[in-house]
């Protein structure tokens, strides 16, 4: 079946350093993926829709300036976050799709917990 | 603008009994609907899909229903178990947006 890299799983670091997340698709080419956040005790929201070799669409609220998406290639999308602080300790998840409408099933990745000092 | 809501938010009950847990969206414009489970500081596992075109699912002890039409869908767990204890999520795809949104959660603890 489909498979769902990301990496790292966990990362800490310093406040106001950038840390980069990778989702690879390991079996398909993903022409969608999604990339989402979760707090604490909290679902999953979507932070931005990244499309292979063109800008990532945002949602509401979310700075597209500290989180820099890049879909470069139809395996791989990079989320990352820029001069990280606390607050933006969190779960991280992506998500990637294959683009065939009406049928279209989406595989996650395992996630990554990012902890900023 | 696509909502997902569970309900309950949280459920507690005794092993073995069969529960039904509620997802309800306003958008019927979708491909489809997915139940996952996810544990306590983990990714999440797929459990059940159900494509549009469908009514429901079934995976061992769990069943998935859809109604399209009125943006609903229940996950029926039977002879629950201490191991089905986390938080179940549903999550819709499709809809004007084309996006995966998720549904709020429902946490779920199965007591021995």
Redesign the interface.
């Known amino acids: 079946g489909a498979v769902v890299s990301q990496h790292p799983s966990r990362v800490i670091c310093k406040s106001g350093t950038s840390v980069k997340i990778e989702c690879r698709s390991l079996d398909f080419q993903a022409t969608t993926m999604f990339w989402y956040r979760q707090f604490p005790k909290q679902s999953l929201m979507l932070m931005a829709t990244s499309n292979e070799g063109s800008k990532a669409t945002y949602e509401q609220g979310v700075e597209k300036d500290k989180f820099l998406i890049n879909h470069a290639s139809l395996t791989l999308s990079t989320l990352t976050v820029t001069s990280a602080h606390p607050e933006d300790s969190s779960f991280y998840i992506c998500s990637a799709a294959t683009g065939m409408a009406g049928a279209n099933v989406l595989t996650f990745g395992a996630g990554s917990r990012l902890t900023v000092l | 603008k696509q909502e997902v809501t569970q309900i309950p938010a949280a459920l507690s009950v005794p092993e073995g009994e069969n529960l039904v847990l509620n997802c309800s969206f306003t958008d019927s414009a979708i491909?489809?609907l997915?139940w996952f489970r996810q544990d306590p500081?983990?990714?999440?596992t797929?459990l059940l899909?159900i494509?549009?075109s469908q009514r429901e699912q079934t995976s061992g002890r769990l069943n998935a229903s859809l109604d399209k039409s009125s943006g609903r869908s229940t996950l029926y767990i039977a002879a629950s178990q201490p191991g089905d204890s986390a938080t179940y999520?549903c999550?819709v795809?499709?809809g004007a947006t084309n996006?995966?949104?998720?549904?709020?959660?429902t946490l779920l603890a199965v007591q021995p």
């Not at chain 2, 500081?41 to 999440?44: H, N, R, S, V, Y």
């Open positions: 491909y489809n997915q500081g983990k990714g999440l797929s899909l494509q549009s999520l999550a795809y499709g996006k995966l949104i998720f549904g709020t959660g």
